[in-house]
């Protein structure tokens, strides 16, 4: 109580300093502004004119860096975070932080169990290592905690305040508009997909995959993904997905998402360019993007004013066919406020089809990479698979594959797509003994809650520890793949059965061997995304017996 009075008074004391360097100035400025309108100009050289306008310039600077590092004082005082390598003499930790940060992420849980800040390229990060912590701030203070930190495009600073921010999974969760979208998507998963035309969708899918004698796993599960996740957002794209013009559509994501997962100095310093310019190489390409996005929902919004002049039967059946995600979108638009117009919707559309291939990739990445490095795990699972005759997708009967679903588990501990979540504040606000100031950000570390103390053996991959009586030691509260509270991922529920089920008919109808030496799960690139680096696998089809 004491110390919190000590520490108001300090403040109290520096903001009057900064007001007081405030005023000073003002004065001075005036001052000198006075002195140089009394010079007489006629009978003065000219160089005194000029001598006045530097002098005058260099007393304003002057006074402006003075005002700007009062400020800096104030608001350091006046703010309070956890302790950690954030300042200047930590420098080198904050670099390197970025560039080694799975191992920085597991040493940092060590030295700070509870909590620390760091500072990163992209500023303060207030890193979460408990999951009580995590609890309080993702779930507990999710009102004021919940703005997307999800630079990838780097344009969100050029929209409005207020609207749905236009790329990344980044709309504000508080934003009216962006709980009505959320909500939305998981009725229209639960209630559209599940159990109705996602079984078929995805079977459709996983046999248009060729799997040649050599294949470059990423890109192969980048283009598995875009395109189910195209089907699952636009189904009428499914007449188009051989056409040209969505050819370049896919390219062009493909570009974005290299962009994205480039993990260089270079890459770094061009995120604080684009801070700093506004100027970003993606969003050219982006904006393509969005104009081909557009050009569906003008041609659902036109099919929708056909159905208008159809017979009761055919519009429903008519509609029925066309439940997808922008439709969902689309039945909200008259609950949203402000009204979304269609740049808003294209950018929803985007976001799904975005972040839901790139996870799906990371996963699916992460997933045979394990198959080829640990191949008797495979195999049971294979053994799995065949004796329950799982050769086509089922969304409901993945779940009696537990030996499969142990297996997507443990690769999903070891190896999170999303390794830390990260949000930022709102609003300024306190907590425990901080004081968090606006536009913090703060991270769940989801990589150390995965190797915590609370797992036996956590280093080991074992997908055993998931089967039998080992499963009920698990601490569930030390997992989360999927994200925390009211902005976790919307396909959160099925995710599990869908991964499990999409392995498992990978494995029932093909071997995969290594065509070299594999990568290690701790290389990669492991910014927003942790993906393994690009690698590639012989699939040999195996007989349907
Ligand atoms: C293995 C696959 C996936 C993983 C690991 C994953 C992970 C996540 C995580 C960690 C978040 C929370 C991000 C944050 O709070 O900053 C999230 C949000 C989200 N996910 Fe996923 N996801 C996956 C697949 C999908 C798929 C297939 C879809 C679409 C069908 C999807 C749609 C979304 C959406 C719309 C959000 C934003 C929710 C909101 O902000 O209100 N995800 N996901």
Same mark, same amino acid.
């Given at each position: 109580?004491?110390?919190?009075?000590?520490?108001?008074?300090?403040?109290?004391?520096?903001?009057?300093?900064?007001?007081?360097?405030?005023?000073?100035?003002?004065i001075?400025?005036?001052?000198?502004?006075?002195?140089?309108?009394?010079?007489?100009?006629?009978?003065?050289?000219?160089?005194?004119?000029?001598?006045?306008?530097?002098?005058?310039?260099?007393?304003?600077?002057?006074?402006?860096?003075?005002?700007?590092?009062?400020?800096?004082?104030?608001?350091?005082?006046?703010?309070?975070?956890?302790?950690?390598?954030?300042?200047?003499?930590?420098?080198?930790?904050?670099?390197?932080?970025?560039?080694?940060?799975?191992d920085?992420l597991?040493?940092?849980?060590?030295d700070?169990?509870?909590?620390?800040?760091?500072?990163?390229?992209?500023?303060?990060?207030?890193?979460?290592?408990?999951?009580?912590?995590?609890?309080?701030?993702?779930?507990?203070?999710?009102?004021?905690?919940?703005?997307?930190?999800?630079?990838?495009l780097?344009?969100?600073?050029?929209?409005?305040?207020?609207?749905?921010?236009r790329?990344?999974?980044?709309?504000?969760?508080?934003?009216?508009?962006?709980?009505?979208?959320?909500?939305?998507?998981?009725?229209?998963?639960?209630?559209?997909?599940?159990?109705?035309?996602?079984?078929?969708?995805?079977?459709?899918?996983?046999?248009?995959?060729?799997?040649?004698?050599?294949?470059?796993?990423?890109?192969?599960?980048?283009?598995?993904s875009?395109?189910?996740?195209? !089907? /699952?957002?636009?189904?009428?794209? +499914? =007449?188009?997905?051989? %056409?040209?013009?969505?050819?370049?559509? *896919?390219?062009?994501?493909?570009?974005?998402?290299?962009?994205?997962?480039?993990?260089?100095?270079?890459?770094?310093?061009?995120?604080?360019l684009t801070?700093?310019?506004?100027?970003?190489?993606t969003?050219?390409i982006?904006?393509?993007?969005?104009?081909?996005?557009?050009?569906?929902?003008?041609?659902?919004?036109?099919?929708?004013?056909a159905?208008?002049?159809?017979?009761?039967?055919?519009?429903?059946?008519?509609?029925?066919?066309?439940?997808?995600?922008?439709?969902?979108i689309?039945?909200?638009?008259?609950?949203?406020?402000? !009204? /979304?117009?269609?740049?808003?919707? +294209? =950018?929803?559309?985007? %976001?799904?089809?975005?972040?839901?291939? *790139?996870?799906?990739?990371?996963?699916?990445?992460?997933?045979?990479?394990?198959?080829?490095?640990?191949?008797?795990?495979?195999?049971?699972?294979?053994?799995?698979?065949?004796?329950?005759?799982?050769?086509?997708?089922?969304?409901?009967s993945?779940?009696?594959?537990?030996?499969?679903g142990?297996?997507?588990?443990?690769?999903?501990?070891?190896?999170?797509?999303?390794?830390?979540?990260?949000?930022?504040?709102?609003?300024?606000?306190?907590?425990?003994?901080?004081?968090?100031?606006?536009?913090?950000?703060?991270?769940?570390?989801?990589?150390?809650?995965?190797?915590?103390? +609370?797992?036996?053996?956590?280093?080991?991959?074992?997908?055993?520890?998931?089967?039998?009586?080992?499963?009920?030691?698990?601490?569930?509260?030390?997992?989360?793949?999927?994200?925390?509270?009211?902005?976790?991922?919307?396909?959160?529920?099925?995710?599990?059965?869908?991964?499990?089920?999409?392995?498992?008919v990978?494995?029932?109808?093909?071997?995969?061997d290594?065509?070299?030496?594999?990568?290690?799960?701790?290389?990669?690139?492991?910014?927003?995304v942790?993906?393994?680096?690009?690698?590639?696998?012989?699939?040999?089809?195996?007989?349907?017996?």
């Amino acid at each position: 109580m004491a110390a919190e009075n000590i520490t108001e008074k300090i403040v109290e004391k520096v903001e009057l300093a900064a007001e007081v360097g405030t005023k000073v100035a003002n004065i001075v400025g005036n001052a000198f502004e006075s002195t140089i309108a009394d010079v007489d100009h006629s009978s003065g050289a000219e160089e005194d004119t000029w001598l006045s306008y530097i002098l005058s310039f260099g007393i304003h600077f002057a006074m402006i860096i003075i005002v700007i590092l009062l400020k800096w004082q104030y608001d350091r005082n006046r703010y309070r975070y956890p302790k950690g390598p954030r300042d200047w003499r930590n420098i080198k930790d904050a670099i390197s932080f970025h560039r080694k940060k799975r191992d920085n992420l597991l040493a940092l849980a060590t030295d700070y169990p509870d909590s620390c800040t760091v500072m990163t390229h992209v500023g303060r990060l207030v890193l979460l290592n408990d999951p009580r912590l995590i609890n309080e701030i993702f779930i507990g203070r999710a009102d004021l905690v919940s703005n997307k930190v999800d630079g990838y495009l780097e344009n969100q600073l050029r929209y409005k305040e207020g609207k749905h921010i236009r790329t990344g999974i980044v709309f504000r969760h508080q934003d009216h508009n962006a709980r009505i979208i959320h909500k939305a998507l998981v009725n229209h998963m639960d209630n559209d997909l599940v159990g109705k035309r996602l079984d078929s969708i995805v079977q459709d899918q996983i046999k248009q995959t060729h799997l040649t004698e050599k294949f470059d796993v990423r890109r192969t599960t980048f283009y598995f993904s875009v395109r189910l996740l195209a !089907r /699952l957002t636009c189904s009428s794209t +499914a =007449a188009s997905i051989e %056409d040209k013009t969505f050819e370049l559509f *896919e390219q062009n994501l493909y570009k974005i998402s290299k962009a994205i997962h480039a993990d260089t100095f270079a890459k770094s310093a061009k995120v604080m360019l684009t801070q700093l310019t506004g100027l970003s190489e993606t969003l050219d390409i982006n904006e393509n993007v969005l104009d081909y996005i557009k050009t569906w929902i003008r041609f659902r919004r036109d099919e929708s004013s056909a159905i208008v002049g159809l017979s009761e039967e055919q519009a429903i059946s008519s509609s029925a066919k066309n439940r997808d995600f922008l439709s969902s979108i689309l039945d909200v638009l008259d609950e949203s406020s402000p !009204r /979304l117009d269609e740049d808003d919707i +294209a =950018a929803c559309v985007l %976001d799904i089809i975005m972040h839901g291939s *790139e996870m799906l990739k990371g996963a699916l990445s992460w997933l045979l990479l394990y198959v080829a490095k640990y191949p008797e795990a495979a195999d049971q699972c294979r053994r799995e698979a065949r004796s329950k005759g799982y050769s086509s997708f089922n969304l409901s009967s993945a779940e009696s594959l537990a030996v499969t679903g142990a297996f997507v588990k443990e690769v999903l501990r070891v190896s999170p797509v999303v390794p830390i979540v990260i949000h930022s504040t709102l609003e300024d606000f306190k907590w425990r003994n901080f004081h968090i100031q606006k536009r913090t950000q703060f991270g769940a570390n989801v990589v150390a809650l995965h190797h915590s103390i +609370a797992w036996i053996d956590a280093m080991n991959f074992d997908i055993n520890r998931w089967l039998g009586d080992k499963a009920s030691s698990i601490p569930t509260d030390a997992y989360s793949p999927f994200g925390f509270g009211p902005r976790a991922c919307i396909a959160e529920k099925h995710l599990f059965n869908l991964l499990t089920g999409i392995l498992a008919v990978l494995l029932y109808h093909n071997d995969f061997d290594k065509t070299g030496p594999l990568p290690e799960a701790t290389e990669g690139t492991f910014g927003l995304v942790n993906l393994p680096p690009k690698y590639a696998l012989k699939a040999t089809h195996l007989s349907g017996k």
